[in-house]
């Protein structure tokens, strides 16, 4: 089945310092990769929906040039969180369309801790 | 934008019982409804979906239920079992979008 490859799982980094995140598609094209953050016990909320090759689409409330989205190509879109502050801390997962009939896979997460 | 209401917030049953998770979704436009499993610290899985043009669904012990009429869509798992336990999530998205919206979650307990 599609799989999506997230790296790093698990990152700790200082206040200040930026921290990325790669979401690889490996058996499949994802023209549209969505960046979601969750909090403990909380539900998913979309930060950002990046489409390869143009700008990524940031959801209200969610600093663009704090949190960085790439898409060059059409297997990998990576996040980065510039200028990271312990509120930074959370899970970030992405998400890839799978084909035209709506189906969508996750990337296995990573935990920011921002200490 | 599309709202996603879901209900309730946790749920604990015996296990053998049924459980039933409700959401109802506020953008007419939304046609594809997937439920996802979340693991403590694991991604979403997707155990099942549902399409617009369709009223229910079935597999196995997992159905989806849609009223489109009345805006809203329902998980009925069947004889739980304790690895049923997990938060539970539903989305609505639009064909066109492609993004979804997410429920607030359902943390299920299934006590053996």
Known sequence: ?115 | GENVEQHPSTLSVQEGDSAVIKCTYSDSASNYFPWYKQELGKRPQLIIDIRSNVGEKKDQRIAVTLNKTAKHFSLHITETQPEDSAVYFCAASKSQGGKSTFGDGTTLTVKP
């Open chain 1, 1 to 115: 089945g599609a799989v999506v490859s997230q790296h790093p799982s698990r990152v700790i980094c200082k206040s200040g310092t930026s921290v990325k995140i790669e979401c690889r598609s490996l058996d499949f094209q994802a023209t549209t990769m969505f960046w979601y953050r969750q909090f403990p016990k909380q539900s998913l909320m979309l930060m950002a929906t990046s489409n390869e090759g143009s700008k990524a689409t940031y959801e209200q409330g969610v600093e663009k040039d704090k949190f960085l989205i790439n898409h060059a190509s059409l297997t990998l879109s990576t996040l980065t969180v510039t200028s990271a502050h312990p509120e930074d801390s959370s899970f970030y997962i992405c998400s890839a369309r799978v084909d035209r009939a709506y189906g969508y896979t996750f990337g296995s997460g990573t935990r920011l801790t921002v200490v």
